[in-house]
Nanobody
Framework: QVQLVESGGGLVQAGGSLRLSCTAS????????MGWFRQAPGKEREFVVA????????YYADSMKGRFTIARDNAIKTVYLQMNTLKPEDTAVYYC?????????????????WGQGTQVTVSS
């Protein structure tokens, strides 16, 4: 059973930064591709960024490039999402996800395991 626990969300002013964490309860973390998604009220879940298993190759949604960064610490089975220059439109629940599938990891359908989500609110 894979469990993912996110933390680090909160309220921040526009232009500020936050770092989200997601810790996985798995035996071997490196075999999982890890992704971050977000979902704003009334909108579909949106891909943010992913880190491919083993290779660590990263995939970014075009709108997130330059502001958001993914990093993983395999020793402590944790993946991070560093978010800089936050905007009010970044307000959403942010989800961590994991998959073993060999697919392009930019769709919710590619993932089998999800965290409970953490709220990020950016005030103007």
């Amino acid at each position: 059973q894979v469990q993912l626990v996110e933390s680090g969300g909160g309220l921040v002013q526009a232009g500020g930064s936050l770092r989200l964490s997601c810790t996985a309860s798995v035996r071997t973390f490196t075999i999982y591709t890890m992704g971050w998604f977000r979902q704003a009220p009334g909108k579909e879940r949106e891909f943010v960024v992913a880190s491919r298993r083993s290779s660590g190759v990263t995939y970014y949604a075009d709108s997130m490039k330059g502001r958001f960064t993914i990093a993983r610490d395999n020793a402590i089975k944790t993946v991070y999402l560093q978010m800089n220059t936050l905007k009010p439109e970044d307000t959403a629940v942010y989800y961590c996800a994991a998959t073993l599938r060999e697919v392009v990891p930019d769709s919710p359908a590619a993932y089998d395991y999800w965290g409970q989500g953490t709220q990020v609110t950016v005030s103007s």
